[in-house]
């Protein structure tokens, strides 16, 4: 990723004729967008960056052509929920580099942490359900039973947040 980063701050290296690198970090449509680099601003300078995720994966490069500057940012961990947090780094990184003063992180995504919440709330009720179920029909819940359903919600509380990267606290 660094030689990557510095092929593009430098003119391409050889790789590229400097024509096409500039081409491709420069915005092609009005939402910013070139040929693979998003061209935007940061604070008042000029960057162009890209980001990449897979799951348990993510990527962001972050260049200043006027500064000479790149910044890379890998984490071997990823879900839509951490989207936001993990391109703050970059920024955060980028923003220091250049002699400025750092922005908070954004808060969590409501919508992912309510979805999230409901979706344990029914994990644990479907478990509730079932083993009430058991008692009902057989007086007792069978051991298994119980104790299937309890690690069925177990996992649920435990296995949701973490698919969408947050620790259950």
């Given at each position: 990723m660094t030689r990557f980063a510095m092929a593009h701050l430098d003119g391409g290296q050889g790789l590229l004729k400097p024509a096409t690198l500039g081409q491709m970090q420069t915005a092609q449509t009005d939402v910013g967008y070139g040929l693979g680099w998003r061209d935007t601003d940061l604070d008042g300078t000029r960057i162009v960056r890209h980001a990449g995720a897979t799951p348990g994966f993510w990527a962001h490069l972050i260049l200043v052509p006027s500064a000479g500057l790149g910044v890379?940012?890998?984490?071997?961990?990823?879900?839509?929920?951490?989207?936001?947090?993990?391109?703050?780094?970059?920024?955060?990184?980028?923003?220091?580099?250049?002699?400025?003063?750092?922005?908070a992180a954004p808060p969590?995504?409501?919508?992912?942490?309510?979805?999230?919440?409901?979706?344990?709330?029914?994990?644990?009720?479907?478990?509730?359900?079932?083993?009430?179920?058991?008692?009902?029909?057989?007086?007792?819940?069978?051991?298994?039973?119980?104790?299937?359903?309890?690690?069925?919600?177990?996992?649920?509380?435990?296995?949701?947040?973490?698919?969408?990267?947050?620790?259950?606290?």
């Open positions: 890379i940012v890998l984490a071997g961990s990823y879900s839509p929920a951490l989207d936001a947090r993990l391109a703050s780094i970059g920024f955060t990184i980028t923003r220091l580099a250049l002699g400025h003063s750092p922005h969590p995504d409501p919508l992912i942490r309510g979805t999230l919440s409901v979706l344990v709330a029914l994990a644990g009720l479907l478990a509730l359900t079932f083993i009430n179920s058991a008692v009902r029909r057989s007086g007792r819940a069978p051991f298994w039973w119980a104790t299937a359903w309890m690690a069925v919600a177990a996992l649920a509380v435990a296995a949701l947040p973490a698919a969408m990267g947050y620790s259950l606290p």
